[in-house]
């Protein structure tokens, strides 16, 4: 079975840094992966991805302070969190893509890690 494990979330300082590692354990035979986000009230949100060839896209919310990395062979991906601020508080999930073909993939949600940034 598929297991995605975030890890490094906390609580920090408007200002401050974090870096979330994910790693999904199991049989994915082609990985890609993100990261999104859900505050308490909102709906869940896209905030950066790593594709099969490594490129990255990051949300404009997050663009200038956040970058996504990662190792696709070893099925990891990162979140460098920099100018961490109140607003950027929420439970982030990693998403593990298993990309079975060009046009079909299985996906995999980690259970998500706090971020909590105070004033």
């Known amino acids: 079975q598929v297991q995605v494990v975030e890890s490094g979330g906390g609580l920090v300082q408007a200002g401050g840094s974090l870096r979330l590692s994910c790693i999904a354990s199991g049989k994915i035979s082609n990985f890609s992966g993100g990261w999104y986000r859900q505050a308490p009230g909102k709906e869940r949100e896209l905030v950066a991805l790593i594709g099969r060839d490594g490129s990255t896209f990051v949300a404009d919310s997050v663009k200038g302070r956040f970058t996504i990395s990662g190792d696709n062979a070893k099925n990891t991906v990162y979140l460098q969190m920099n100018g961490l601020q109140v607003e950027d508080t929420a439970v982030y999930y990693c998403?593990?893509?298993?990309?079975?073909?060009?046009?079909?993939?299985?996906?995999?949600w980690g259970q998500g890690t706090q971020v909590t940034v105070s004033s």
């Open positions: 998403r593990a893509d298993d990309n079975i073909s060009r046009y079909a993939k299985n996906v995999y």
